[in-house]
T-cell receptor, first 109, second 116 residues
């Protein structure tokens, strides 16, 4: 079945890089996504990657996709306190998204 | 663009009553809307998918008679929690997609339901 797994918690110092990891199981997924959720709020799409890509960079964000291992990562460069939030990876096709459990990122000053 | 609103943002109701949550796409027409449920510190679980003018498709384990979904127009979907119980307390989030096959879903801010 479909399953997406993430580590639950990550703590980094302000200015360092953060790397959040995710594994998924559905090899037929067309897209893979990273969403950010701040307390009490909905989800904000940060970035996405097509399943036929290996890497995507968007300003401070770098997404790496290892299709063989079904592993997705999100790197945030120069992490700021405003980046503290829960980050969800999701796999999806055109009609459905399956979310991971979320990684809570804490940025220490 | 691509803004989705939900109303109310939070609601408290008594056990046994029904509560309706609205999801609106403000600046686009949503061919498909999705309803998710999120328990504290947990992930989003898809409850159902609704296409305008047709019946919603519910995920396995979701009671369609308890969670009534109506998608009567291209900008509005409603979720009614009928005969609510404390275990229905949760954060309900909707999302919308403007065209079939679009990779992106636009999420609403969520509605926190507390059943006392």
């Amino acid at each position: 079945g479909e399953d997406v797994e993430q580590s639950l918690f990550l703590s980094v110092r302000e200015g360092d890089s953060s790397v959040i990891n995710c594994t998924y199981t559905d090899s037929s997924s067309t897209y893979l996504y990273w969403y950010k959720q701040e307390p009490g709020a909905g989800l904000q799409l940060l970035t996405y990657i097509f399943s036929n890509m290996d890497m995507k960079q968007d300003q401070r964000l770098t997404v790496l996709l290892n299709k063989k291992d079904k592993h997705l990562s999100l790197r945030i460069a120069d992490t700021q306190t405003g980046d503290s939030a829960i980050y969800f990876c999701a796999e999806g096709s055109s009609y459905k998204l399956i979310f991971g459990s979320g990684t809570r990122l804490l940025v220490r000053p | 663009g691509a803004v989705v609103s939900q109303h109310p943002s939070w609601v408290i109701c008594k056990s046994g009553t029904s509560v309706k949550i609205e999801c609106r796409s403000l600046d686009f027409q949503a061919t498909t809307m999705f309803w998710y449920r999120q328990f504290p510190k947990q992930s989003l679980m898809l409850m159902a998918t609704s296409n305008e003018g047709s019946k919603a498709t519910y995920e396995q384990g979701v009671e369609k008679d308890k969670f009534l979904i109506n998608h009567a127009s291209l900008t509005l979907s409603t979720l009614t929690v009928t005969s609510a119980h404390p275990e229905d307390s949760s954060f309900y989030i909707c999302s919308a997609r403007d065209t079939p096959g679009n990779y992106e879903q636009y999420f609403g801010p969520g509605t926190r339901l507390t059943v006392t």
